[in-house]
Structure formats: structure tokens, C-alpha cells
């Protein structure tokens, strides 16, 4: 993000925005931007929600979430002042029209005060069952009219399944372009996933192995020690393939998988990614029990605390039927990829927090060395690690030191924060200034969204005819059920996660 990128007049909407997606990500988000400069010169927040507030009770629970989330670590009074006096509360019904031609109001009257046409950026920090609502009295009170100037930004889920999104991208659609549409994923902008598109395109010593002839297996990992906290009604009618399959691993696949691109304009990165969608080969229902596991947590042991298991957590039914694990087996039907198996695991109270993407790469053709020098031996792999360790590693074979050939795992490490000597952007941050950019690279389009909903599909129909007799199958603090390990080839392995351990963790700094 760069200050002198000076943004034009901005008006940010937020439905929801006494909510807590406001409190604790996009508000701390746009202070941080705030303090970095990298705000519009003329900008207003507009807070819409149904409770009774006055901006200045708004303002104070507001600086509560920047105090406690920002990247800025405590917000000087002076600093929160200045940034507060651009925050605004509205008061009103998602349903009703007034609410609407209030806020076209208030930007008329912003426009006029600053002498300069505004991008209108409405976002909905609203449950989903708004998002079929919001964009329609947006048409209706002329909001969406200008497609220059005004974007609307949608969060997960999109859809419950393949008919509900393509409903809810039909309303969109109806109301707003394409090209105005932001559908978020938060994943997408941080600063290691990113990364993947420089590391695979700007390194000419990795981008000719990244295919069939040298790739044995790919195995992408975004697991999580808690459970589902406070968010177990919600969890109860999503489950872990629709909170984080369907959304998160398919886009790392994408960038992953995906082809070079011949430009790095947003519209030919998503045509690549919606090729690999494409590309992945269909699971068929009397296919779904060999390719997918599913898991549910009981109770367990993480961190060397007892913890419930799911269908003791809040809001959970005690006869839950919803799966918090998930294993898959993928292959890419492409000239790149044909053969190679594409490993994706997710699940909560697992061993560990984890997210990564690891390349395991084919042996060497003949082994020359003795049996004896290689009993240690290990594949080498490329390990892309997203988060908490923001960094890669390469793991390969060295002599082990001393008179005889003994060869073991060493390990080479890239630290993203090392190596930069900053603390990356939150994702929230990224992404809300790319809305503010009007780049739509890190967004997903409808044609992504409905390529994965069309390949899942058949797991969510053989689950909902075929209930899991055996939940819960894996213990709280393990790496979920034990027949995941059966999607694996002969040689293959779920990897552990990866510790980096760079100069900033040596020196007791916060990486």
C-alpha cells in the first residue's frame, strides 16, 4: 500500500456496522490504513444498523475493537480523534426503503461539501440472509446507478449451496455489474498467499518443476486448535466443508494450480483460477466415501486443557449430525497436473493451528546410495506456510557429518518478517484497499464461486441421504479420524506442521 496512491473521495457503508465484524476486523482495518496514510483525503464511514445508538456511543465501542485488534497496537487519543470524526451512525431497517434514500441523502450532501464526485463502497457486514436484501433497495433508491462509482462488498458464505448462490448472484447481478461485485475472502489477502503467485511466476528455479514430471503430491493444510467458540448456531448450519472447503482451500488451489498469467490484470489472474476449477476432475456420488472423510471432535485434550466435544460446545445440538473435519483427494484432469493428487484437509480441535500448502516432489529416478546411508530418508518438499509462521522452507538431502555417507533431512528457511523487518497488513486491510483501488485481482467472480459449489455438490447430497453413524470419530487435540489416512497413495503422508524459526522469534518478537 502505498500513500502516494492517493485515493479519490470516499463514502464506506457499513451494514452491520454495529456489528461485530465491524468492531473487531474492518474498523481496526481502516484505522490501520488510516495511520498509514492510505486513506482517501476526503473520506466518511457510515455505520447503518437496526439498534438505537448515537455516534458518539458507536464511536467508543468502535475505538474498544481498534484498542484490542489493531496492527497499530494501542491507538493514541489524538490519532483515534482524528480518524473518529469520519464515523457516522445510521440508524435503520435493512427492509425498508428510507433507510436507503437517507444514505443516497447523505452522500449528495458529501459530494457537495467536498466539491467532488464520491465512490460509494456499501458493505455488508450483515448475516446472510441480508445479502439478497441489502443490493436490491440499493437498486431501488438508485445507489448502484453510477457502476464507476459505486462497488458493493459481500462476505462468506456465499450461497448455502449451488441453487442459493446462484440465486443470491442473480439478485447481485440484477442490481450491480460484475465488475462492482467484491466477494471476499479473507484468506486471499494475506501477505504469504499472496506470495505464492511471486514465488511460483518471478523464480525461474521452481516454476519448470511445478508439474506432473516433478510433483508427486500436493497437500494443503488449514487446520485449527479451538473449537467453534461462540459461532456454534451458525456452525450447526454450514459445517467445515461449507465454512472453509468451498471457499479457502479451493482458492488456494487455484493459486496453486493455476496457469502463468500473461498480465496482472484482475480479470486474467480469475480466468486462471476459474480454469482450475474447471480442470478438477468430478467427484461422482458412488465415489464420495473413497475420495472425502468427514470428522466430528469429541472431547480431548488441547494445550494441556480438558475441552467439550462438539455436541457439547453452545448452541450445538446434542445429536449433531455436522462434520468440523474434512479430508479430500483432488485430481486436476490438465497437461500440468494429470496424476498428481491433490490432498485438502480442515477441521477444528485439531493437534495444532496450522495453515500451509506443501509440495512433495518425485524421487531421484535410480538410488545409487547404499540401503544403509538412507535410512533416514525423507521426500524433499517445499513447504508454503500461511499462518501463525509466515514463511517457506525447502526440505532436502545432505550428508550428515563424519567418515561414513549418511545422508538426512536438512532444511532451508525464508521468515516473511526476517526477511522484511515489518509486520505484514492484516488481510482486511489489503482487501479493503483494493476495494477503495477498484481492483477486483484477490475477489472471487461468480463463475468461481459456482465452479465450486457444482463440484461439491455431490459430497453435500450423498451426506444429507447417508447421516455419519459414527460422529464423534476423533478426539479433541488428535489430527482428526484415523481413516483420512486412507486417501493417501503408498508413499504419502499428511505432513506435520512446520515451525519456522526465524531471528525475530530468537530475539522474543512477536512473528
Not at 484497499?433 to 459430497?459: C, G, I, S, Y
Request: net charge positive; charged share 25%.
Amino acid at each position: 500500500m502505498n500513500a502516494k496512491d492517493q485515493l479519490e473521495p470516499t463514502v464506506f457503508v457499513i451494514f452491520g456496522g454495529a456489528g461485530d465484524l465491524a468492531w473487531r476486523k474492518l474498523m481496526p482495518a481502516l484505522f490501520d490504513l488510516s495511520q498509514d496514510r492510505s486513506m482517501p483525503a476526503h473520506f466518511s464511514i457510515i455505520a447503518v444498523d437496526r439498534v438505537d445508538l448515537t455516534d458518539e456511543k458507536l464511536r467508543r465501542r468502535l475505538h474498544d475493537g481498534v484498542r484490542k485488534f489493531s496492527r497499530q497496537g494501542m491507538a493514541k487519543t489524538t490519532a483515534w480523534g482524528e480518524f473518529a470524526r469520519h464515523i457516522r451512525y445510521q440508524q435503520g431497517d435493512f427492509k425498508k426503503l428510507q433507510t436507503y434514500t437517507t444514505l443516497a441523502g447523505e452522500c449528495a450532501r458529501l459530494e457537495k461539501e467536498w466539491g467532488a464526485k464520491v465512490h460509494r463502497i456499501f458493505y455488508m457486514a450483515t448475516p446472510p440472509s441480508m445479502f439478497g436484501e441489502i443490493p436490491k433497495y440499493l437498486g431501488k433508491a438508485g445507489l448502484a446507478r453510477d457502476r464507476q462509482w459505486a462497488r458493493i462488498v459481500v462476505e462468506k458464505p456465499i450461497g448455502y449451496d449451488l441453487e442459493s448462490a446462484r440465486a443470491l448472484n442473480a439478485v447481485l447481478a440484477a442490481n450491480f455489474e460484475e465488475s462492482q461485485i467484491f466477494r471476499i475472502d479473507h484468506y486471499l489477502g494475506k501477505e504469504t498467499v499472496q506470495n505464492i503467485l511471486a514465488f511460483r511466476f518471478a523464480n525461474p528455479l521452481f516454476e519448470p518443476l511445478w508439474n506432473r514430471r516433478y510433483v508427486d503430491c500436493v497437500t494443503i493444510t488449514a487446520v485449527e486448535a479451538v473449537g467453534v467458540e461462540h459461532r456454534g448456531g451458525y456452525y450447526e448450519h454450514a459445517g467445515a466443508l461449507r465454512d472453509m472447503v468451498q471457499n479457502h482451500l479451493m482458492q488456494l488451489l487455484c493459486l496453486v494450480a493455476m496457469e502463468p498469467m500473461v498480465s496482472f490484470e484482475a480479470d486474467e489472474i480469475r480466468n486462471k483460477k476459474a480454469d482450475v476449477l474447471h480442470a478438477v476432475r468430478p467427484i461422482h456420488r458412488d465415489a464420495v466415501h473413497q475420495c472425502v472423510v468427514r470428522g466430528q471432535y469429541g472431547p480431548g485434550w488441547v494445550g494441556g486443557k480438558k475441552v467439550p466435544g462438539y455436541r457439547e460446545e453452545a448452541g450445538v445440538s446434542p445429536n449433531s449430525e455436522t462434520e468440523t473435519f474434512v479430508a479430500l483427494r483432488l485430481f486436476l484432469d490438465n497437461w500440468r497436473w494429470q496424476g498428481v493428487p491433490f490432498y485438502l484437509r480442515t477441521g477444528k480441535r485439531l493437534a495444532r493451528h496450522a495453515s500451509e500448502i506443501t509440495i512433495q516432489f518425485r524421487g531421484v529416478p535410480h538410488q545409487s546410495f547404499p540401503t544403509e546411508s538412507t535410512l533416514d530418508w525423507q521426500s524433499s518438499r517445499l513447504v508454503m506456510s500461511i499462518q501463525p509462521d509466515e514463511g517457506i522452507v525447502l526440505r532436502f538431502q545432505a550428508k550428515h557429518p563424519g567418515p561414513k555417507m549418511h545422508l538426512r533431512s536438512v532444511e532451508m528457511q525464508f521468515n516473511y518478517q526476517d526477511a522484511f523487518a515489518t509486520r505484514s497488513p492484516e488481510a482486511y486491510e489489503t482487501l479493503l484497499w483494493d476495494v477503495m483501488k477498484n481492483d477486483a485481482t484477490l475477489f472471487m467472480r461468480a463463475d468461481q464461486v459456482e465452479a465450486a459449489w457444482r463440484l461439491l455438490m455431490p459430497v453435500l447430497d450423498v451426506w444429507a441421504a447417508a447421516p455419519p453413524s459414527d460422529f464423534p470419530n476423533y478426539a479433541a487435540g488428535t489430527w482428526g479420524p484415523e481413516n483420512a489416512q486412507g486417501l493417501l497413495a503408498e508413499g504419502h503422508s499428511w505432513p506435520l506442521p512446520t515451525a519456522l524459526v526465524g531471528q525475530c522469534k530468537k530475539r522474543g518478537k512477536n512473528s
